[in-house]
């Protein structure tokens, strides 16, 4: 009995008692079941139900023998009386759902120009340290993440590091302290000791953030353009002759380098330096807010570089502290003009190489910037070197190769101080693994693998309690989505969990992302909950018509994209398989006892068809065919092989690529012959003999039941176009 059923006999049993009351009140409300009996209704209706809730509550007993909730329906317009609302998070791509462009971290724009003078590694703590700071500035709410106790803030040095993507490692945190480089950043207070337990112990160490200052280089720079102008004689007109001057006009750009030792020495403040230049240790009430309208205008603490926590938590970790700082300030000389709609992600950088050297404080980093156009002078390449050598021009080759993803040098120019480079600056972009992982959910999803339908994927994007389960079991980590009927056993869920046409929807969803994704999950490139909550952010949009997707069908099957293309390059290496396993089907074959694929791939969409038979994959695709027949958990061989051979290119087990190999009047006499001896009633090496057998009966290890066995193999042979 349905429960809808249910319900219409428990409205009846109510309305039969002649109240008028409540049967108002339940035309009023809504009837729901998620394994018990619910009735919603708004305050108003509710408030009324609640004098019959006794009543109520036997009634649906008698009639179901389960329990029954009575939910309060808040529905409050916009504006009036709703003190919060709940809003899913959700993406408009596959991108953006990976990257979480709304996560943005705010890097302040001066603080690269403390790159020169300290190093990369101080100034990303100095960041990490500001967003601690801000997190603790919060009065509440879950993202309080540093305590904060009277004017201390205690930072967890571990999250610290986690933010910075573990690019840096916990010995060399502290040993960036203790050596000074984080002094122009933060000032070490003098110990403190408490006493406890009849022992003098000493508590952590206290820092007092010193606040944005001026680099020394900038800081004498500041203080030259001041005796240029004669500070000392009229210091209120100069300072608001500063405040209406470019700050071209005063510091040195893009970046000052330190050079020569400079007269300041230190990180210090526009007050510290007009007060030095006066011989006041103090200034008067107009100075001082001249200096603090001047520090703005130098500094800018309102100018930040946004990037998402992506890049921190996922690429910074693969370009290095170093050389995602050196993105970090050639993005800072790029820019998006909205106002004209002209972007700018080139720029020229003055001195070239050495001024790149300067910057970062590296001789051999910014060689690691590959040019467009590479350069065909000099010493030819030597092919044959020793193996030490070779792997040393492949670690330098994957530099430059992970380097180009952000910097290119797209054009020199020789000038009077030297040669200038032109770098091309990119966006944010996706790790090489979630590139993989992104290209393989567009795959999947413009050509969903069969039984996949888009009914299946409307249903996961409007049922929460489906999404929930899927989320549920992926949590471990399993190597294989399991079927409802498992999680039951499990006591994951009850049956009441879904409804029978969700359980059908479940297991086609757990079928079809193990048979497409396995490949990914067993090479540690994702796991099933990443995919999933991926789906989650884009399941408005899955039944768009960018998303829109046919049943994967003999008679229509999707073309995989451009993407697709890719991902098949992508999963090559995944695999470690030997060459070896390369078939050759002239070499295996005689030209009289080829298979006809042609009729094989005859119920293929045929583009597919087509890039198969162009690509020489016969032998490759007819291993996996045997392999999928022969697989009693795969419900599309047809499917799985054309997908397996486009993006693997590779054949499937030995085995399989053994029954593949052999002609076909000898594969057809074989699967003849163990059906005729299954039929017979006969089982294990009785029912398995002839040439091939012993690969016939390793692929059907797993099944140990005869009929499943006769089943399998009958498939196989209709799949194989073979005749009764």
């Known amino acids: 009995m349905t429960e809808h059923n249910v319900w219409t006999q428990i409205t009846t049993t109510l309305n039969a008692l002649n109240d008028d009351t409540l049967s108002d009140l339940l035309f009023g409300s809504q009837q729901l079941y998620d394994g018990n009996y619910i009735i919603a209704a708004e305050p108003e209706i509710y408030s009324g139900l609640c004098h019959y809730f006794p009543l109520i509550e036997t009634v649906v007993q008698d009639h179901s023998g389960k329990h029954f909730r009575l939910n309060l329906q808040q529905s409050v317009p916009m504006g009036t009386d709703a003190d919060t609302l709940q809003i899913q998070p959700g993406a408009a791509n596959i991108s953006d759902a990976i990257i979480n462009p709304e996560r943005i971290v705010a890097l302040p724009t001066y603080l690269l120009r403390f790159v020169p003078f300290v190093g990369a590694a101080p100034v990303l703590i100095a960041a990490a340290l500001r967003q601690a700071f801000y997190f603790s500035s919060r ?20 999250s610290i590091l986690r933010m910075l993507g573990n690019s840096i490692s916990r010995a060399k945190f502290f040993r960036i302290f203790k050596n000074g480089q984080m002094d122009w950043f933060v000032e070490r207070a003098e110990p403190a000791h408490q006493f406890k337990d009849g022992q003098i112990r000493r508590m952590p160490n206290t820092y007092h953030y010193r606040g944005q200052m001026l680099t020394p280089g900038d800081a004498d720079d500041l203080a030259a353009w001041f005796g240029q102008q004669d500070l000392a004689q009229e210091p209120a007109a100069v300072l608001t002759r500063a405040l209406n001057s470019p700050r071209s006009q005063i510091l040195t750009f893009p970046y000052r380098l330190p050079g020569d030792a400079t007269q300041l020495g230190e990180a210090r403040s526009v007050h510290q330096v007009v007060s030095q230049l006066l011989n006041s240790p103090r200034l008067d009430a107009n100075l001082s807010g001249l200096c603090d309208q001047l520090s ?10 946004a990037l998402p926590w992506y890049w921190f938590t996922n690429v910074l970790p693969e370009l290095g502290d170093d050389l995602g700082m050196l993105y970090l300030m050639s993005k800072n000389c ?18 070239g190489l050495e001024t790149l050297q300067s910057w970062i404080g590296s001789e051999t980093l910014p060689k690691r910037i590959p040019h467009t156009n590479k350069s065909n002078r000099g010493r030819p390449r030597t092919k044959d070197i020793q193996p030490e050598s070779q792997y040393t021009r492949d670690w330098r080759a994957a530099n430059r190769q992970l380097a180009s993803q952000y910097l290119v040098r797209t054009a020199t120019r020789k000038t009077k101080t030297g040669t200038d480079w032109q770098l091309r600056v990119s966006e944010v972009q996706l790790t090489a693994q979630d590139e993989t992982l992104r290209q393989a959910l567009s795959s999947w999803l413009y050509a969903l693998p069969a039984p996949v339908t888009t009914e299946s994927l409307h249903v996961f994007a409007t049922s929460s309690n489906l999404q929930k389960l899927m989320l549920i079991q992926s949590k471990a980590e399993p190597p294989r989505l399991c079927h409802f009927e498992t999680l039951v056993n499990q006591g994951i869920c009850q049956n009441e969990t879904l409804t029978p046409a969700e359980i059908c929807h479940f297991d086609t969803l757990a079928d079809g992302l193990n048979s497409y994704f396995e490949t990914l999950v067993d090479a540690g490139i994702c796991q099933f909950d990443t995919i999933l909550n991926i789906l989650f952010k884009i399941k408005h949009t899955l039944t768009d018509h960018q998303y829109s997707c046919q049943q994967d069908t003999p008679d229509d ?28 089907l002239k070499e295996q074959l005689p030209p009289d006892q080829l298979w006809d694929f042609e009729t094989l791939l005859s119920g293929a969409n045929p583009n597919l068809k087509d890039r198969i038979l162009a690509s020489g994959l016969q032998a490759v695709f007819l291993s996996w065919l045997i392999e999928a027949n022969l697989s009693a958990g795969v419900h599309s061989p047809l499917s799985l092989a054309i997908s397996r051979t486009l993006q693997t290119r590779q054949p499937a087990s030995l085995p399989a690529r053994r029954l593949a190999a052999l002609p076909a009047p000898a594969l057809e006499d074989l699967l003849a012959s163990v059906c005729q001896r299954l039929n017979a009633g006969q089982a294990g090496r009785f029912a398995f003999m002839g040439q091939g057998a012993a690969d016939l009966s390793q692929l059907l290890q797993g099944v140990e039941d005869r009929a499943t066995q006769l089943r399998l193999i009958t498939r196989l042979r209709d799949s194989l176009l073979l005749p009764d």
């Open 139 to 158: 009065d509440d709410g879950a993202s309080q993440l540093y305590p904060k106790t009277g004017n201390e803030v205690t930072v967890d040095v571990q």
């Open 296 to 305: 703005s205008h130098l500094i800018r603490p309102e100018s930040f570089l």
């Open 334 to 351: 790029c820019y998006i003009d909205w106002a004209r709609g002209h972007d700018r992600n080139h720029f020229w950088v003055i001195g």
């Open 557 to 584: 099957h999707a073309d995989l994209n451009a993407p697709g293309e890719s991902l098949m390059k992508a999963v090559e290496g995944i695999n470690d398989i030997d060459a070896d396993r390369q078939i050759d």
